[in-house]
């Protein structure tokens, strides 16, 4: 059974720091692609960051320079740095595993709240 278990979500002011975690249970993980999305009310669903098996990343233009995501394959976690936050970037921010089409899975997600 697959699991992404996401953690380190919370209220936090702006300028402030986070870093989420997910840990991957079930899967091969180094083999996966795994990407952080996120999704604010009333609006959909977004790629935030990802980061191949091979460890190549790439980041939305909104988050680029402020976020950082990283992998420990030991620990079977990526991560993902959120620096600078902003009150645009409350959302709940989901995990993502993905190596092929069939195989795709998703966490259920930990809230980001930005504010003062």
């Known amino acids: 059974q697959v699991q992404l278990a996401e953690s380190g979500g919370g209220l936090v002011q702006p300028g402030g720091s986070l870093r989420l975690s997910c840990t991957a249970s079930?899967?091969?993980?180094?083999?996966?692609?795994m990407a952080w999305y996120r999704q604010a009310p009333g609006k959909q669903r977004e790629l935030v960051a990802i980061i191949t098996h091979g460890g190549n990343t790439n980041y939305a233009d909104s988050v680029k320079g402020r976020f950082t995501i990283s992998r420990d394959n030991a620990k079977n976690t990526v991560y993902l740095q959120m620096n600078s936050l902003k009150s645009e970037d409350t959302a709940d921010y989901y995990c993502?595993?993905?190596?092929?089409?069939?195989?795709?899975?998703w966490g259920k997600g930990t809230l980001v709240t930005v504010s003062s």
């Open positions: 993502n595993a993905r190596l092929t089409i069939d195989m795709n899975y």
């Open positions: 079930g899967i091969r993980f180094s083999f996966y692609t």
